[in-house]
């Protein structure tokens, strides 16, 4: 489709020279506000910062240090292990997020459901909860000893379970968390992404007899892949960059069981202040969110990312 | 045309009715704490109606802290860098969904590995260069630095892909300079999008703690939320009913620019388009 | 042509509107020459309260002007400045135990204070100025100190027959918590929290030391016992977690807990956020590991610290001063629950009054479970120390072997301190 904009604009004979060098400027135009900002705020501490990765800087302090920071991370067993947490979490959360997001979506988007306004609002609300609230309603909803949660499990003859000492049920109630936090939050972007859909796709589907599952997997689906890709991506990163729920809620415990990468990082970075170090770890991270976020758009080819 | 069954039907409202609640609760309990006295607030079972604390709460809170002027900042922060972004985001994903440049694939490749970078990295030369420009306490020093908006560009881009180039192509047949074809096609076509990046940007920026904290020093230059966070903090006494009442307060904005934008999630805006 | 005039003008805009930003903060600046301006880094309460002292000390120094700047305890505000070199506050407050590694980690960032505080030097807590002295050196100001106690609920405890008197061990005090549970079988004794509070007011207590001669002392004889009595008390089902200081508040409210084992600065969470309680809480010293031995230990306490890089040290040096040695300033400090380092003030009034919520003279009491703290040594590590504390702690109370965890939390300090472990 897009060729025949690119075969437009490289006819030079069709348009006057000035127009077509216009043409030629325009992209670059269109992008320069951003990239300026871009590369004075984002693209120059970047680099700053990948120096530091290559000293001992600590404090106020620094040495070169070549690959000793990067060395020592990789063979942190602690740093394994908070990839690992992450990559549990993330192998259960995102899929199950984002098949709850796209259900709510689509059911937002529904003309058979009545108060829509309303329920949109409510589904939404969870990714405005400030932390001090998040983290006490939390606490007190999976309190082990007298939550509301064992309260309820126990209704249904289920035993107290360890939301917070057991290795198991703490990264569970990570992900009920997470979950709770961010589905709203995809909720409305599938949904942005649902109204988008051209309506005349299902009204041809209804005359050709489409039921409403078939329409859902033959064009919902597949017009909605990019999006779904987006969330997927952001999701991924989101989930390997985590950090509120686990140190708001287990504080990374118990014993390291809900650690994440960027705890590791943050405990070094800005507990301990070896910016080193932190920035070493910080490049490690995105190495490997670059890894999987490119597999992801392997995977879902035709996504066209 | 005919609709879903009764029980299908009944599934989805169970199904988006216990999503609501769950989503709705902890709100309601800070609402509730925020009109409790504080040695209420922890009674369990807990009270599930308000009480008629809630200005005592407010009024004690801004005695204690400048809930006023953070409120004030937040806004105009929140504000200026939502618009600003909207607009840079929309442009520049417009440029990478619909044009054909060199270094297209590298730049966008540049911008998505930013959003993979942990961005606290970034915070120590950020501080340098801020405090550098003598920016420290302005709030510029939040704004300019979250324009750098990667999601926001990848977002557009991603929503902008499904426009219809036969659409962009009409238009300059017709004769219309691409800027125009961008203020008066695609930003109209792209209203859901722009709402909904809209409101993530707003909420983004308004949640936004470790920047502004660490660059606002002076107490009456920071934002709602950061302040709020201030007031519950080891070692001290923690006036939970007066943190509550200043969370529901930090809410409402958010609240009023949701339901404000939430009408351009209505079905069908581009199909009408097209169709038009 | 047209595009591009349309770009120059929207940058145009936007330098126009930074400059007029960045020219409003140089008017601002240039106003208030003639007079020096100091800010103080504090946070919470600490920050409210020096907040309050300012009137009283313009009163004295008229021609200093100070502003506090509100930040968060984990230093976030001020560590970019002292890594940066530049934008950092005038004074710095940092907790006691953290002070040394300040001075490790950010060498040339504090002023040699010796001179002047020589003459405060018998007016402080002995112990309070370890942590603020390097090689002799004097780089901040002691301000307040964290003497520990037991606070019990009178009321449960007579109702399940404990007569707090009798609880004279950390042993006792396990027994009186399954006596507790016969009667309140939803009630544990007391609580921690997701760090390593308990296992330091146990570890000083005892005498020990995070650092012994320069070397890692972690995995001492003391820190050992420490980190057993904290598992004894949750494997008998004595000790609740709660997570974090948010958790304690419903515990306490709903009768979950009867006992706590915290500083003084906790008076101040109990008669606010458990007001309904009032009466119904007694202050014991705690309990010792043996009989007669040392019921005293402290948690906390922070200093003030003036930045090398101010240009109004001198001024900065002045307000440090006013609020910490004089019965004003400490006055005010007492109000947001400070208690002082400073001990002249013990004889004033204001530190000799009567606290309606417990029904006792609070603050003597405290002064009492001053005299045998014991020196410790937190070294140059806790910043580094934090996380492999809490690990070791979590590891120990998951059933790991003691001597094993504190073999690899003094690994692992040692590893991103470069300093050696004691053997």
């Known amino acids: 489709m897009r060729e025949t904009a690119v075969g437009k604009m490289t006819k030079p004979s069709v348009v006057s020279k000035k127009k077509w060098n216009q043409k030629i400027l325009t992209p670059y135009l269109f992008l320069s506000p951003f990239f300026i900002v871009f590369a004075i705020f984002m693209v120059y501490p970047i680099f700053e910062s990948l120096y530091l990765s290559f000293t001992s800087a600590q404090g106020n302090q620094a040495e070169w240090v070549g690959l000793e920071n990067f060395k020592n991370i990789l063979t942190d067993g602690l740093f394994w292990k908070s990839l690992s947490n992450v990559f549990i979490i993330l192998i259960v959360q995102v899929p199950l997020m984002l098949i709850i997001g796209t259900l709510l979506a689509v059911l937002l988007n529904s003309k058979f459901i009545k108060g829509k306004a309303i329920f949109r609002l409510f589904i939404f609300l969870p990714v405005l909860i400030d932390l001090v609230t998040y983290s006490i309603v939390f606490t007190l909803i999976f309190n082990e000893q007298y939550g509301m949660m064992n309260y309820l499990l126990g209704l249904i003859h289920i035993d107290p379970i360890h939301w917070f000492s057991d290795p198991f049920w703490s990264k ?36 050709d007899g489409a039921n409403k599952f078939t329409q859902f997997f033959k064009i919902t689906i597949p017009m909605l892949k990019p999006i779904l890709l987006f969330c997927g991506i952001l999701s991924t990163i989101g989930t390997i960059q985590l950090f509120t729920e686990p140190s708001l809620l287990t504080a990374g415990g118990p014993n390291n069981a809900t650690n994440t990468p960027i705890m590791y990082l943050y405990q070094f970075g800005f507990q301990s202040f070896q910016f080193g170090y932190a920035s070493a770890a910080a490049y490690i991270i995105t190495i490997i969110v670059g890894i999987i976020s490119f597999f992801q758009i392997k995977v879902s080819k035709g996504g066209e990312i | 045309m005919k609709g879903p069954s009764f029980l299908k039907k009944s599934a989805g409202y169970l199904f988006l009715i216990i999503a609501s609640i769950a989503s709705v609760y902890p709100f309601y309990w800070m609402f509730v704490g925020s009109t409790l006295s504080d040695s209420d607030i922890f009674q369990s079972p807990p009270k599930l109606l308000p009480s008629g604390e809630f200005m005592n709460n407010i009024t004690g809170l ?8 953070a409120l004030g900042n937040s806004l105009l922060i929140s504000t200026i860098f939502t618009i600003a972004t909207l607009y840079l985001c929309a442009i520049a994903g417009y440029a990478f969904a619909k044009y054909e440049f060199k270094g297209k694939n590298i730049m966008f490749v540049i911008v ?28 510029q020093a939040v704004i300019l630095p979250a324009l750098a908006n990667a999601f926001g560009v990848f977002f557009m881009r991603q929503n902008m892909m499904s426009i219809p180039t036969e659409m962009i192509e009409a238009a300059r047949i017709d004769g219309a300079s691409e800027l125009s074809i961008f203020h008066k096609i695609i930003l109209p076509t792209s209203l859901p999008p722009l709402a909904a990046l809209g409101i993530l940007s707003f909420i983004q920026q308004w949640g936004n703690y470790l920047w502004p904290l660490i660059i606002l020093q002076n107490r009456e230059s920071t934002t709602l939320p950061v302040l709020l966070s201030q007031l519950v903090a080891p070692g001290q006494v923690v006036y939970y009913g007066q943190v509550l009442a200043g969370t529901v307060i930090s809410i409402v904005p958010v609240l009023i620019l949701f339901l404000l934008l939430q009408k351009y999630f209505i079905s069908g805006i581009y199909g009408g388009s097209v169709k038009g | ?62 021609d200093i002007k100070v502003e506090v700047l509100h930040t968060d305890t984990g230093y976030s505000k001020v560590t970019p400045a002292l890594a940066a070199g530049t934008g950092a506050p005038d004074i710095i407050q940092t907790q006691a135990r953290d002070f040394p590694a300040f001075l490790q980690k950010f060498p040339d960032q504090f002023v040699d204070i010796t001179d002047e505080t020589k003459k405060y030097k018998d007016d402080f807590i002995e112990s309070s100025w370890k942590s603020v002295t390097q090689d002799q050196k004097i780089y901040a100001m002691p301000w307040d100190v964290g003497p520990t106690a037991l ?103 709903n009768d979950k807990v009867a006992s706590v084992i915290l500083p003084v600065w906790y008076a101040g969470t109990l008669s606010h956020s458990v007001e309904k309680q009032a009466g119904k809480w007694g202050i014991v010293p705690i309990p010792a590991f043996e009989v007669g031995g040392n019921t005293q230990a402290n948690l ?67 002064a009492k479970q001053t005299t045998t703290i014991k020196d410790m040594e937190y070294g140059p590590i806790m910043l580094d120390a934090t996380k492999p504390l809490k690990d070791m702690i979590d590891g120990v109370l998951a059933g790991n072997d003691v001597k094993k965890m504190m073999g690899t939390t003094a690994e692992s300090i040692s590893k991103s301190t470069k300093l050696k472990v004691n053997h």
């Open chain 1, 172 to 207: 569970v109630l990570i992900i009920i968390a997470v979950t709770w936090r961010w589905t709203g939050y995809n909720t409305i972007i599938l949904l942005a992404g649902i109204t988008t859909i051209d309506d005349s796709l299902y009204e041809s589907a209804d005359v």
């Open chain 2, 62 to 69: 801004a005695d204690s802290a400048p809930i006023w002027s």
């Open chain 2, 112 to 139: 998505l590995v930013t959003m993979m970078l942990p961005h606290q990295v970034t915070l120590i030369p950020l501080f340098k260069m801020i405090i550098g420009f003598g920016w420290q306490d302005q709030p």
């Open chain 3, 1 to 62: 042509m047209k595009r591009l005039s349309v770009w120059l003008s929207l940058l145009l805009v936007l330098t126009v509107f930074l400059t007029a930003c960045s020219s409003g903060k140089d008017e601002k600046a240039s106003s208030t020459e003639g007079k020096a301006t100091i800010t103080v880094a504090s946070w919470n309460a600490a920050a409210d309260a020096l907040t309050e002292q300012i009137e009283g000390f313009n009163k004295k120094y008229p």
């Open chain 3, 151 to 253: 606070y019990y609920r009178t009321d449960l405890f007579e109702k399940a027959g404990i007569d707090v008197e009798s609880v004279k061990t950390w042993d006792d005090y396990i027994e009186a918590g399954k006596k507790l549970k016969e009667t309140f079988p939803d009630t544990a004794m007391t609580l921690y929290t997701d760090d390593f509070n308990l296992y330091e007011i146990f570890l000083n207590q005892l005498g020990g030391s995070y650092v012994k001669d320069g070397k890692i002392n972690v995995n001492s004889p003391e820190s050992e016992k420490a980190l057993l009595l904290q598992k004894k008390m949750k494997d008998e089902g004595i000790a609740i977690n709660v997570h974090d200081g948010n958790g304690r508040i419903p515990a306490l409210t």
């Open chain 3, 300 to 366: 906390g306490g922070s200093v003030l610290a003036v930045s090398k890089q101010s240009k109004n040290a001198d001024a900065a040096f002045k307000f440090i001063e006013y609020v910490l040695t004089t019965d004003e300033g400490q006055k005010i400090m007492l109000k947001y629950g400070l208690f002082p380092s400073y001990t002249p003030f013990y004889k004033s009034e204001a530190f000799n009054s009567k606290d309606e919520y417990f029904g006792m003279e609070l603050y003597p009491f405290f």
